[in-house]
């Protein structure tokens, strides 16, 4: 991560720590800059970036399976509720945060995502675990 990713996480936008070597996630990225404007999130690429993320009390391997979102104030969320997070930001997708934030929604994504992400990551020999 260089140093303009470091200065934007003390300014007033969300970091999204996301695997820039994922092909689906750069889309995602892509599609999320288009609906959100590509000024409004720092992007901050996880691939080979351990010191960084431990700096940030986020454990490399976790950032692997599991999205971060650190907020303006500093926090670190994750997993889902990173999800809900950025899509409450968007005016367009508040519903879908709203979903997302129904126990029983959240848990069962939860599951499916964590299945994907594992499976993503093995078949590119990338699992760690």
């Known amino acids: 991560m ?5 200065s934007a996480l ?4 969300i970091c999204v720590f996301y695997d820039a070597a994922c092909p689906s996630c750069q889309r995602d990225k892509e599609r999320y800059d288009r609906l959100a404007g590509k000024e409004a999130i720092e992007w901050c690429d996880i691939t080979n970036n351990d010191e960084r ?4 009390g986020i454990d490399p391997q976790s950032a692997m399976i599991k999205l971060h979102v650190q907020k303006p104030d500093g926090t670190i969320t994750n997993d889902i509720e990173a999800y809900i997070l950025l899509f409450s930001e968007v005016h367009w997708l508040k519903p879908i945060a709203w979903i ?3 126990s029983w ?7 499916i995502y964590r299945k ?5 990551l ?8």
């Open 53 to 56: 993320l431990k700096s940030q």
């Open 105 to 111: 929604v959240k848990e069962t994504l939860r599951v």
């Open 122 to 129: 093995k078949k590119d020999g990338r699992l760690n675990l």
């Open 10 to 13: 003390k300014n007033t936008k």
């Open 116 to 120: 994907w992400v594992l499976s993503r």
């Open 2 to 6: 260089t140093k303009e990713n470091d």
């Open 100 to 102: 997302l934030n129904i």
